[in-house]
């Protein structure tokens, strides 16, 4: 079986101001102002090899250690798409995509 892959940070329908949830939103949206960690948790029987994270079509951001985050910090204006994959020790693969407002 593939890994099991779960995302903490951020959560559908939030705003996040510097890394900080602060709101429910009625829509499903993930919205950020500011920084914002990226956070995941993944399990396979065969353990975890590594977590790739990709930011729109950016460099592939490895994560080979528990817990399993990135932080984006960097500005960006609009909408965006962060796909995270995670591999366990076979190369077998499960992967989420997240569409983030982000706003600085």
Same mark, same amino acid.
Request: zero cysteines; proline letters at 6%.
């Given at each position: 079986?593939?890994?099991?892959?779960?995302?903490?940070?951020?959560?559908?329908?939030?705003? +996040?101001?510097?890394? /900080?949830?602060?709101?429910?939103?009625?829509?499903?949206?993930?919205?950020?102002?500011?920084?914002?960690?990226?956070?995941?948790?993944?399990?396979? @029987?065969?353990?975890?090899?590594?977590?790739?994270?990709?930011?729109? @079509?950016?460099?592939?951001?490895?994560? /080979?250690?528990?817990p +399993?985050?990135?932080?984006?910090? +960097?500005?960006?204006?609009?909408?965006?798409?962060?796909?995270?994959?995670?591999?366990?020790? +076979?190369? /077998?693969?499960?992967?989420?995509?997240l569409?983030?407002?982000?706003?600085?």
């Open positions: 079986m593939p890994p099991t892959l779960n995302v903490i940070k951020p959560k559908k329908g939030r705003l +996040y101001i510097e890394d /900080r949830n602060v709101l429910p939103f009625l829509s499903d949206k993930i919205f950020v102002i500011g920084k914002i960690t990226i956070s995941v948790e993944a399990y396979s @029987n065969a353990g975890i090899d590594r977590v790739e994270f990709r930011i729109d @079509n950016g460099p592939k951001l490895i994560d /080979r250690k528990p +399993y985050e990135k932080l984006w910090w +960097y500005t960006a204006f609009g909408k965006h798409t962060v796909t995270i994959k995670a591999y366990d020790t +076979y190369d /077998r693969s499960s992967e989420v995509t569409e983030i407002i982000k706003i600085g």
